[in-house]
């Protein structure tokens, strides 16, 4: 197991998923999921308290691309110790003139999450989920629930075989 948690096969503890994650994670092989302190949800606060080294831990990140007066959204994984390339890389594979990250409120009202525990499982149909190849080489690591009061843990490759997953090397 990963850090200092209780995890639980993620299919039977869908209270602590959000309504999208909840619907989406039978798909998602070897999810588990483990109750934690809501105001520990930041990634440096909660891989602190729970013992779970950075490079266990992968953040989302949702950004939107513009283009020709069209934006489009997409999810980012990386792992808590690097940041996605954003203006580079993310721009370029996205086909986008500008990409930005999502405003707080456009994120969770498209996903159906809530800010600090957005992940790339149940994300609206089509939208890219571009996953760092640290994230989809790790053999388990943590991501957000949907929901601030829990976490999820799963196989990196689990996060590649994701619909609209592509693994691409993000990571500044």
């Known amino acids: 197991m990963v850090g200092k948690l209780d995890w639980e096969p993620a299919a039977g503890r869908t209270d602590l998923l959000a309504d999208p994650v909840a619907a989406a ?7 588990e999921a483990a109750a934690i302190d809501p105001e520990l949800a930041d990634t440096a606060a909660f891989c602190e308290r729970y013992d779970v080294p ?34 580079g890389v993310v721009r370029k594979h996205l086909g986008a003139r500008k990409v930005s990250f999502a405003p707080m409120d456009q994120a969770t009202s498209l996903t159906g999450m809530e800010y600090g525990g957005i ?22 690591v943590v991501i ?15 996060l590649a075989g994701l619909p609209g997953a592509e693994v691409i090397a993000l990571a500044q």
């Not at 994670?25 to 999810?31: E, K, L, Q």
């Not at 808590?80 to 203006?87: H, L, M």
């Not at 149940?122 to 053999?139: I, R, T």
């Open 144 to 158: 957000g629930s949907g929901l601030r009061r829990s976490k999820v843990l799963l196989p990196g490759k689990a």
């Open 119 to 140: 992940t790339p499982v149940g994300l609206p149909a089509g939208w890219p989920v571009l996953v760092d190849e640290a994230v989809a080489a790790a053999p388990r």
């Open 25 to 31: 994670i039978g798909g998602v092989p070897d999810a």
């Open 54 to 87: 950075l490079e266990a831990s992968a953040n989302c990140v949702v950004v939107a691309a513009k283009r020709g007066g069209e934006v489009t959204y997409a999810a980012c994984m990386v792992l808590a110790t690097d940041r996605a390339d954003v203006n």
